[in-house]
């Protein structure tokens, strides 16, 4: 029963972390500060609104993660879409460095990217594990 509950505790605690990540990423990417886009690799944006439209994701995504920390149980799918996202945006980060410009940060976020990933779905599988050994 202590397993189970720190295991809960741990996946719920990685997933407001990654709320309060996406949240920051997401209001950075809607304000776009000149200085702070320059010091991260990005001299000139000529374009704002995709940018900006990243941002808005990176809000809602936030939402899902608060959602899926503060009741497991009710919002159990957003878990697994979660996974999915980090996976999907390591993949993208790593093919647009590799292919497309190869900017520090995009590599870092990258790793951190499918570091959140790796970390959700083993914290996920623990917390469903301990469930199905306490259902024997």
Same mark, same amino acid.
Not at 117 to 131: E, H, I, M, N, T
């Given at each position: 029963m202590k397993e189970k509950l720190a295991a809960e505790r741990r996946l719920q605690w990685l997933l407001y972390l990654m709320a309060i990540h996406s949240f920051g990423v997401g209001i950075g990417l809607i304000l776009q500060p000149e200085s702070l886009m320059r010091l991260l690799g990005f001299p000139e944006i000529t374009q704002p609104f995709f940018p900006a439209? /990243? /941002? %808005? *994701?990176? =809000? @809602?995504? $936030?939402? $899902?993660? *608060? #959602?899926? /920390?503060?009741?497991? !149980?009710?919002? !159990? @799918?957003? %878990?697994? *879409?979660?996974?999915? +996202?980090?996976?999907? $945006?390591t993949l993208f980060l790593f093919t647009f460095y590799i292919f497309i410009e190869a900017v520090p940060l995009i590599i870092l976020s990258a790793v951190g990217d499918g570091m959140m990933? =790796? =970390?959700?779905? #083993?914290?996920?599988?623990? +917390?469903?594990?301990? $469930?199905s050994v306490k259902n024997k």
């Open positions: 439209q /990243g /941002g %808005i *994701f990176h =809000l @809602i995504m $936030a939402a $899902a993660y *608060f #959602l899926a /920390g503060r009741d497991r !149980n009710k919002y !159990n @799918i957003l %878990i697994t *879409f979660s996974i999915f +996202v980090k996976t999907t $945006a990933a =790796l =970390l959700l779905y #083993l914290f996920y599988r623990s +917390v469903k594990d301990k $469930a």
